[in-house]
């Protein structure tokens, strides 16, 4: 099992804070609030913080490996955009050393077109998800506005 180490300055020497539910907060919720605050009682329960005791550094691990997905996700695809400009521009010998620089050497059956077209594939749903979403947030922007001016 790997060890937990302070992403900031690597020390192993850590504290664990559990945070969110407890029955103390879900009873007093209860009390002030009726069954609205028992059920607000159990939001954020499984959350734990981190601290380290070297540096003092707090972080969340769930939000941690969260942002290094985002980040590892950011690479691929620049990555992927690289390959595929240098493919497009017919700089072959380009695109051969990006994909060797990532993968190593191909393997058997491999070619250049089929690893663009794999990659060019992904990037075109990429990219129309981000623009289905983009396109979802403007009509919802669209649909609040239009309830703020006739309502």
């Avoid at 180490?5 to 009390?31: R, T």
Wanted: aromatic share 10%; charged share 25%; with cysteine.
């Amino acid at each position: 099992m790997s060890e937990v180490k302070c992403p900031k300055c690597g020390s192993n020497q850590i504290s664990a804070n559990k945070k969110g539910f407890s029955a103390g907060k879900a009873v007093a919720g209860a009390v002030l609030a009726g069954p609205v605050g028992l059920a607000a009682g159990a939001i954020g329960k499984n959350k734990v913080d981190i601290t380290c005791l070297a540096c003092g550094n707090t972080w969340n691990p769930v939000q941690l490996a969260k942002d290094q997905e985002l980040r590892q996700m950011g690479v691929e695809r620049e990555w992927r955009k690289s390959f595929i400009a240098a493919f497009e521009a017919k700089d072959l010998e380009k695109a051969h050393a990006i994909y060797e620089k990532k993968y190593g050497e191909p393997r058997e059956g491999w070619s250049l077109e089929i690893e663009y077209a794999a990659q060019k594939k992904t990037e075109d749903r990429l990219e129309a998800f981000t623009n289905g979403v983009y396109v979802c947030f403007g009509l919802i922007v669209l649909a609040i506005i239009f309830y703020l001016i006739y309502y």
